[in-house]
């Protein structure tokens, strides 16, 4: 699959979006939350102890 080089470079250069910045935010919270509980909390836990900002 070709890709334009403009599209690559574009893509490099671009910073986050704002979807991709929360996305890693929440991905310390989570990993913190399963931490602290023994690694025991699957996703139904995690959803009610971390809320979505």
Request: glycine share 4%.
């Amino acid at each position: 699959m070709a890709i334009a080089p403009s599209t690559y470079y574009a893509r490099k250069t671009r910073p986050a979006s704002l979807r991709a910045q929360r996305d890693e935010v929440l991905k310390g919270e989570i990993t913190t939350v399963h931490r602290e509980n023994y690694d025991a909390f699957g996703a139904r836990k995690m959803h009610v102890v971390i809320v979505p900002r």
